[in-house]
């Protein structure tokens, strides 16, 4: 044949990494190459992205989501695909098919969308689209090796039980979740902790909370 080989992709599976430093899963990738031939080496790239717009959010999903993607009657128009990460891996010499783990990693950033999605969802499944690319390495009819890429239009899709990520998550952090503030705002809430003789900053952002919470009330009340 000529030309660069056509590949197959596909997510075969989705499992917590069980010795990673930081929350990883693994994602297994199925590679083949369709006319079942050799391949020395795939350099690959792939883009996770969670499919928003692929299920269905019941009301308070869909109020804690309003921080991601606005109000709900706004979502025909904002509710769209949130990228994940983009993760790599080498896919060492095999002939017609072979298995790839890709390491994706989980964190706690709530300023990042993603994070933030998957914290606010109340279960079920997230559903993902892979898009891949790379570099394929392969054998001439000469014999001499040569190269190729793998277009973007190669793509997988799968669910993630949201079960598996929390079971993961609570694996490292427990129950406790992370917010970055900037030096100015934690110094003001440091202090205000200290005039309050909280014992911790949960009694601190709880009687913080408690306090807008009954200003709100007050003010729906005079409307």
Same mark, same amino acid.
Request: some cysteine; proline content about 6%.
């Given at each position: 044949?000529?030309?660069?080989p $056509? =590949?197959?992709?596909d @997510? @075969?599976?989705?499992?917590? $990494?069980?010795f ?13 190459? =369709?006319?079942?031939g ?17 299920? /269905? ?16 009657e706004m979502?025909?128009?904002?509710l769209r695909?949130?990228?994940? *990460?983009r993760?790599?891996?080498t896919? !060492? ?6 298995? *790839? ?12 969308? *993603?994070?933030? %999605?998957?914290h606010?969802?109340?279960? /079920? #499944?997230?559903?993902?689209d ?8 392969y ?11 793998? !277009? ?6 799968g #669910?993630?039980?949201?079960?598996v990520?929390?079971? =993961?998550m609570?694996? %490292?952090y ?7 503030l900037?030096?100015?705002c ?5 202090a205000?902790r *200290?005039?309050?003789a909280?014992?911790s900053?949960?009694d601190t952002v709880?009687?913080? @909370?408690?306090h807008a919470?009954?200003?709100r +009330? +007050? $003010?729906?009340?005079?409307?």
């Open positions: 044949m000529t030309g660069t $056509e =590949l197959g992709l @997510l @075969l599976g989705i499992e917590p $990494e069980a990673a430093a930081t929350p990883t899963l693994s994602l297994r990738i199925g590679l083949r190459r =369709l006319d079942g050799p391949v020395q080496c795939v350099l690959l790239t792939t883009t996770v992205t969670i499919a928003a717009a692929r299920r /269905g959010y019941d009301d308070a999903e869909r109020d804690r989501l309003a921080g991601v993607f606005g109000p709900p979502w025909d128009r904002s695909g949130l990228t994940w *990460a993760v790599g891996a896919v !060492p010499t095999f002939r017609g098919a072979a298995e *790839a783990t890709l390491s994706l990693p989980c964190g706690h950033d709530m300023q990042v969308a *993603a994070d933030r %999605y998957l606010a969802l109340g279960g /079920g #499944d997230v559903p993902l892979l898009a891949f690319n790379g570099t394929v390495f054998p001439g009819e000469d014999g001499a090796l040569r190269t190729g890429q793998i !277009p973007w239009h190669h793509e997988a899709t #669910d993630l039980p949201l079960q990520w929390r079971d =993961l609570g694996r %490292y427990g129950t406790a979740r992370w917010l970055r900037d030096d100015d934690f110094g003001r809430l440091s205000y *200290a005039r309050r909280h014992s900053f949960d709880d009687e913080l @909370l408690r919470e009954k200003r +009330e +007050e $003010e729906e009340w005079t409307v």
